[in-house]
């Protein structure tokens, strides 16, 4: 089985566990950020785990991940103005969270369990924080709102690559999540010419491998840019 197989296989296994035949009828199912699901399945590689805990640990990151996400929904204007899907978003969310409790349990990990919890605080403090200093202390155009926007999108993987050993990794995850979230021509248009810079360097620093890579992007020869085709490849959720 190669890597993209194996990475279907996971998130099949997550997505049974996610299935609810009464909230199914309502929402769409949850379409996985692929650039995190492969993060995360890189980190996983490193610990040569027991297949068995590999998907839990895997199921337990994607199924955090899902309910931030999930909790994000709630400001989509078809789910604004609809109490009942508004209900059912939110607790679907804390599902999804209780099951990451559940399975992690399972693995009697508590140093994850207590390194994803505080992720998830630090994440929704930094987006209350993101909406207001947007608003009164820079422009979304500046080079801090796209750190900040960094930050949010890696901490819940750069707290797992810390509990899990993994802290070379990090400065990776952080640069390859923001290019993975503007591959987008159409994203990047909307970038001021400072905020690009930045997300060039971000680019050109893990071409030149002078951030450490996880040994999955060096032994299957991959660059950004092929692993970029490749998240497209694993398909929706």
Known sequence: MNTMEQIQRLKQHTLLLMQHGYVDRFLQPPVFNESKVFITYCLLRELELDEAVEAEYFSSITLMQAALDRHDDILEENITENKKKRQLVVLSGDYFSSL?????????????????????????????????QSRDKFSITSVEYLKAVQKIDSLLFTKAAESLGLHTYIPFIERYLLVSRYQNMDTRRRLSEEQLTFLKTCETEIKNKAVEMPLLFHREGYSMEDASKNDLMLGEG
């Open 100 to 132: 990451y409790y559940l399975l992690l349990s399972h693995c009697e990990n508590l140093d994850l369990i207590q390194k994803l919890s505080s992720a998830v605080q630090e994440i929704n403090e930094q987006k209350a924080d993101l909406h207001i």
